[in-house]
């Protein structure tokens, strides 16, 4: 079974910058694409950035230009650099991929970072 360990989440001052990180740890053949989203409070869980193993990058158009998507692919893991945050990108961020078993791809989710932008 494949787990997403997230880290990086916390308060900070609009304008500011965090680093979200999300590593898979478990048995699997390959991991692709890796990505994150965000569920705000009384919103539904929407897509922010994804990379593929190749490092094709799709973004949302409300963090384009502020946020960047890398990964570490020897390390199976997966950052969100957020910069000039705003009071609107408060959410919980979650990781998640999609990896090969042994007879199918499985999608997987992590537990959720929080992250908090005061005006």
């Known amino acids: 079974q494949v787990q997403l360990v997230e880290s990086g989440g916390g308060l900070v001052q609009a304008g500011g910058s965090l680093r979200l990180s999300c590593a898979a740890n478990?048995?699997?053949?390959?991991?692709?694409?890796m990505g994150w989203y965000r569920q705000a409070p009384g919103k539904q869980r929407e897509l922010v950035a994804t990379?593929?193993?190749?490092?094709?990058?799709n973004y949302a158009d409300s963090v384009k230009g502020r946020f960047t998507i890398s990964r570490d692919n020897a390390k199976n893991a997966v950052y969100l650099q957020m910069d000039s945050l705003k009071p609107e990108d408060t959410a919980v961020y979650y990781c998640?991929?999609?990896?090969?078993?042994?007879?199918?791809?499985?999608?997987?989710w992590g537990q959720g970072t929080l992250v908090t932008v005061s005006s």
């Open positions: 998640n991929a999609r990896y090969q078993g042994v007879l199918k791809w499985f999608e997987v």
């Open positions: 990379i593929t193993s190749g490092g094709s990058t």
């Open positions: 478990g048995r699997f053949s390959s991991i692709d694409p």
